[in-house]
Nanobody
């Protein structure tokens, strides 16, 4: 069973930066793609970014393009989300998820982490 563990969340002022990490317990073909999603109170879970196993293909939500960067280190089975120029509207619980192919649809992901809180103060 694949386990995903997120870390790196916290409280930051607007304009600041955070780097989230998502460590997978093992690699299988069913977890070649990793996505980041977020959920703010009272809102649906939304797509943030995703990356293929090779790192050669990445996808971003329009709301984070130019500010967030997804990357991975396969020697550590870890995917990162570098978040710069953070805004109060980025405040949410951030989740990483894995499946075989990249998708922006959360329901298609098979494995999920427990989430990490990101709070951006104005």
């Amino acid at each position: 069973q694949v386990q995903l563990v997120e870390s790196g969340g916290g409280l930051v002022q607007a304009g600041g930066s955070l780097r989230l990490s998502c460590a997978a317990s093992l690699r299988t073909s069913s977890t070649d793609a990793t996505g980041w999603f977020r959920q703010a109170p009272g809102k649906e879970r939304e797509f943030v970014s995703a990356i293929t196993w090779s790192g050669g293909s990445t996808v971003y939500a329009d709301s984070v393009k130019g500010r967030f960067t997804i990357s991975r280190d396969n020697t550590k089975n870890t995917v990162y989300l570098q978040m710069n120029s953070l805004k109060p509207e980025d405040t949410a619980v951030y989740y990483c998820a894995a499946r075989r192919f990249v998708s922006t649809t959360p329901d298609l992901y098979n494995y999920w982490g427990q989430g990490t809180q990101v709070t951006v103060s104005s």
